[in-house]
């Protein structure tokens, strides 16, 4: 692989280094491969398109360009080959740094998917409280309506026109379950918050600095994105929220923490109880969604439901995220 195999060096978190140097000969053909691809394109006077002369193009191109046409080349050829030949698999872009010009020396740090360790599971297991209903919310509820639908006195015959329900008793008893299930979302909902705050609190997990930034640059790109579809510059976004950048940048670093850690300890949770959803299921709960659509909406959404798309995968997902919660939220 090059002139010389690459030095490897395992380091922590997950990561490994890989150092090339590409000297002679296999700069130079590098070198010649890169002025004739350039050639090609080149539009110099005096000869015709993609006829200029080698020696002429490479006086055009600035040594810094020239480089990392060679580097480009380089890594085309034998990055593949390093991952295969070490079994290496990059979580994100391997981060490449130029260490020497003479000769190319070219440090490749590549990420993996760091280990996971639970602490103990038994804290993912968040127990439900109890759901009551109380007759002073019921009452309350009972008094908003009557002030907002100006009524004088609750009977039987005002609950029956207001809403064609028989009785005051049978709108209590409406009430009663409307509350319940308003208290159940809560419930669910607050149990599946401090569920992920445990996966990702209870874990033990070297996390990359490269992982870090890496993370950080997505949540910078995905606010700037918002931003601009608000047109609005990011300066004028600081001075609205009152932050400075450097407040947003060390939120955004903490952010991205707990991002990865959640991410990371939810597939532990995944893998470790090998929660899977078949493509059969899979089918029968996309065509459940669908049916529950609109006409029109379901024409639009049905085609992007199909294997191998986007959609497709993110339903896998969440359908296995449903698993892995009813599991732990009995």
Known sequence: MGDAPPVIEKLSHARTRCTFTIADPERSALEHGALERMAKKSQVKGFRTGHTPLEIIKVQTKPEALTEHIIHAFLQEHLPKLLKEQKLTPIIHPKIELTSHT???LSIIIVEKPAVKFRGQDALR????????????ITKTL?????????????????????GIPSLE?????????????????????????????????????????????????????????????????????KRTKKSEETVRTDMRQ?????????????????????????DELTKGIAELLRSLPHVERARLAPLYTPGDESYERFR??????KLLAMFLE
């Open 126 to 137: 968040i127990k439900k409280k109890e759901i009551i209903v109380t007759n002073e919310e």
């Open 255 to 279: 952010g991205a923490e707990r991002r990865l850690r959640l991410r990371f300890g939810i597939d532990a949770l995944l893998q470790e109880h090998n929660i899977a959803v078949s493509d």
């Open 170 to 238: 049978h709108l209590r008893t409406s009430i009663t379950e409307a509350l319940k299930r308003q208290k159940e979302q809560a419930e669910q909902k607050r149990r599946e918050e401090a569920f992920f705050e445990q996966v990702q609190s209870g874990i033990d997990i070297d996390l990359a600095q490269e992982l870090l930034e890496d993370e950080e640059r997505q949540m910078l790109g995905s606010l700037q994105e918002n931003l601009r579809t608000q047109n609005l510059s990011f300066a004028e976004w600081l």
């Open 103 to 105: 000769p190319i020396t």
């Open 317 to 322: 997902w969440q359908r296995r995220m449903q």
């Open 143 to 163: 008094d908003t309506l009557k002030k907002e639908h100006a009524i004088a006195e609750w009977t039987d015959a005002v609950t029956q026109k207001q809403w």
